[in-house]
C-alpha cells in the first residue's frame, strides 16, 4: 500500500518536472537552477517533510549526480526515466562505521577483467527500498583514504545486491531508510561515474555533490520551519485562553517574532548559496551555512510550534509533533552540524590564508597563492621554487582541489604551468609542490617531486580553453 502510494506520487512529481529540477531538457528535465531547486523542495517540505527528503536526495544527490558527471551512455541508461517519475535513484556513501567520516568506508571496489566487483554495506540509503538505481561509493585504494573512493553506478536490482530492513524512524517516515548490500556486485568499467577513477575524480565527487545536497536538504528544512510556522500562528489566533486569543499574549508573540525571525534569516541564506551555485563559483561555505542555519531554525521554529500549541503540540491530532519529528533529521544527514562548522571555519580561515589543517602546512604558500587569485600580482617570485623562478602574466585556475597556475617562465618567457598544488585541507600532499619545469629550464622545487608530464596532465581534466596543455609547451 505504501509502495503504491510512493510511486503514485513520484509519478506526479516526475510529470510536474520536479524529480529533475536541474536536468538538462535532453535528459527529460526543465534545466531551472538551483534556486528553483531550493524553492520547489521548500514547497513540497511544507506539504511533507517526507517527500522533501525523497526530493531533495533524488534531485541532488541522483539526477544531478548523473546530469553533471555521467557519460552520455551513462546518462542514457541512468538518467532517462529517472526525470518523469518514473524511476527514483539513490545513493549510497555512508556506512555503519563511515558516517561523518568517509575515508573509514569498508566497501571495496575490485577490478576484474573488464568489471568492478563490489563488497561491502552502505547504510541510511534513502530511496533504497524504492530506487532503480543507486550511485554507490567504494574504496578502490584503502591506503588513500578518502582520495582513494570513487562512485558507480549500480542498477537495481544486480546479482548480489539486497537491500537490509526499513529502518523505523523518528521522523520523515514517508521516506523509506535501508542498507544497500554489495556481495560481489559486478559493475561494467563504464559504469565508473566521472570516466576513469583516478584520484583527482575520486576527490572531486563528493564536493561536487555535497554543495548541491545541502542546499536541498537546507530547503527541506525551511520547508518544514515554515509549515511548523504556519501551524502556530493558524493555531495561536484561535486558541482562546484569558479571555482572548493567545496571539495577543507578548510572550507568544515574542516566540513568534523569534520563529519568523530564524527562518526567514535562513531562508536569505539558502537562496544566497544557491544563487552563488548558480554563478558557477564554489558555494561550499554558503551551502553549509545555509544547512546550519536552516536546520538549526527548523528545530527551533518546530520546539516552539509545540510549546505555543501546549497539550495539543504533544497528540497526533495537530501536525506541530510531526513537525518537530521531521526537522531533527536536518541537523544529521547531509553532514552533522559540527561537520558544518568545521567546513565554515576552514573555508573562513582560508580566506585570511590561514590554514585549519592538522598537518603542518606552508602557510606562506597558501598566502601566496590566495594573494595572485585576488590581485593578480605579476612579476610574482615563486617563494617555493628553489631558483626563484620568476612568473609573468599569472592566471590561477581552480579545481576543487588542485590550484594550478598558468603563467610565463620568466627562464623561457614561454607559457608553462608554473607550480599545480594540492588544497585537500586535511592532505599532506599539499606539501608536494611540484614544476614541470619549461624545457630546458633546470627549475626543481625542494618541497616536493617533480613529476612527468603524463602524470601532471592526468589532474587538469578540462583546461581552461585558452590553455594549452602546457608544462612540455
Ligand atoms: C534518515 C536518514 C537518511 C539518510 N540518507 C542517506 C543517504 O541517502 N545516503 C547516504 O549516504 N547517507 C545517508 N544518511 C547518513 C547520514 O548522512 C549520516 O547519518 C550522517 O552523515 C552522520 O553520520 P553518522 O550517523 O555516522 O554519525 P557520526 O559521524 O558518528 O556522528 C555522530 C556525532 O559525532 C559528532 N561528530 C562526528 N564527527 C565530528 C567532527 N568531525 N567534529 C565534531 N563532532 C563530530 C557529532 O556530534 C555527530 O552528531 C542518512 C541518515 C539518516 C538518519
Not at 122 to 135: C, F, L, P
Not at 195 to 208: D, F, G, K, T, Y
Not at 350 to 364: L, Q, R
Amino acid at each position: 500500500m505504501f509502495i503504491s502510494y510512493f510511486f503514485l506520487q513520484i509519478k506526479k512529481l516526475g510529470q510536474l518536472g520536479l524529480m529533475g529540477i536541474n536536468v538538462s531538457e535532453e535528459y527529460g528535465g526543465p534545466a531551472l537552477d538551483s534556486l528553483a531547486l531550493s524553492i520547489a523542495v521548500e514547497e513540497i517540505a511544507r506539504g511533507c517533510g517526507g517527500t522533501g527528503t525523497i526530493v531533495s536526495v533524488h534531485n541532488t544527490l541522483y539526477a544531478n549526480v548523473l546530469d553533471q558527471l555521467g557519460t552520455k551512455e551513462q546518462k542514457d541508461k541512468f538518467l532517462v526515466g529517472f526525470t518523469d517519475g518514473t524511476h527514483v535513484g539513490c545513493f549510497g556513501i555512508s556506512e555503519a562505521g563511515a558516517g561523518s567520516d568517509v575515508g573509514a568506508m569498508l566497501t571495496t571496489a575490485k577490478l576484474d577483467g573488464d568489471e568492478w566487483v563490489l563488497n561491502g554495506t552502505k547504510a541510511w540509503v534513502t530511496s533504497g527500498y524504492e530506487a532503480k538505481a543507486a550511485v554507490v561509493f567504494a574504496t578502490v585504494d584503502k591506503s588513500k583514504k578518502h582520495k582513494g573512493i570513487t562512485a558507480f553506478l549500480v542498477s537495481i536490482p544486480s546479482p548480489g545486491f539486497s537491500l537490509g530492513k526499513k529502518e523505523d524512524k523518528m521522523g520523515i517516515r514517508a521516506s523509506s531508510t535501508c542498507n544497500l548490500i554489495l556481495e560481489d556486485v559486478r559493475v561494467p568499467r563504464e559504469h565508473v561515474l566521472g570516466e576513469h577513477p583516478s584520484n583527482l575524480r575520486a576527490i572531486q565527487i563528493p564536493s561536487v555533490v555535497t554543495d548541491g545536497a545541502r542546499i536541498g536538504i537546507s530547503s527541506q528544512a525551511l520547508g518544514i520551519a515554515q509549515a511548523a510556522l504556519d501551524c502556530a500562528v493558524d493555531y495561536a489566533s484561535k486558541r482562546i485562553a484569558f479571555g482572548g486569543p493567545i496571539i495577543k499574549l507578548q510572550s507568544v508573540q515574542q516566540r513568534l517574532a523569534d520563529m519568523a525571525l530564524r527562518l526567514e534569516a535562513a531562508r536569505l541564506l539558502t537562496w544566497r548559496a544557491a544563487v552563488i551555485r548558480d554563478t558557477g563559483e564554489r558555494s561550499t561555505k554558503y551551502s553549509s551555512m545555509a544547512k546550519l542555519a536552516s536546520s538549526e531554525a527548523a528545530t527551533f521554529v518546530a520546539h516552539n510550534c509545540v510549546q505555543i500549541l501546549g497539550g495539543m503540540g504533544y497528540v497526533t491530532d495537530m501536525p506541530a509533533e510531526r513537525h518537530y519529528r521531521d526537522a531533527r533529521i536536518t541537523e544529521i544527514y547531509a553532514g552533522v552540524t559540527d561537520v558544518q562548522k568545521l567546513v565554515i571555519a576552514e573555508n573562513v580561515a582560508k580566506e585570511y590564508g590561514i590554514s585549519t589543517s592538522p598537518v603542518d602546512e606552508d602557510p606562506s604558500l597558501l598566502q601566496y597563492c590566495l594573494l595572485v587569485k585576488k590581485w593578480r600580482l605579476f612579476p610574482v617570485e615563486a617563494p617555493h621554487c628553489s631558483c626563484s623562478v620568476m612568473v609573468r602574466n599569472m592566471e590561477v585556475w581552480n579545481t576543487d582541489h588542485i590550484q594550478i597556475m598558468f603563467g610565463l617562465c620568466n627562464c623561457c618567457t614561454r607559457a608553462c604551468d608554473i607550480t599545480a598544488w594540492n588544497t585537500a585541507a586535511h592532505s599532506t600532499a599539499l606539501k608536494t609542490v611540484f614544476h614541470n619545469g619549461c624545457n630546458p629550464c633546470p627549475v626543481r622545487t625542494t618541497k616536493g617531486p617533480v613529476v612527468s608530464s603524463k602524470q601532471y596532465l592526468v589532474v587538469p581534466q578540462t583546461l581552461p580553453t585558452h590553455m594549452s596543455v602546457a608544462g612540455t609547451h
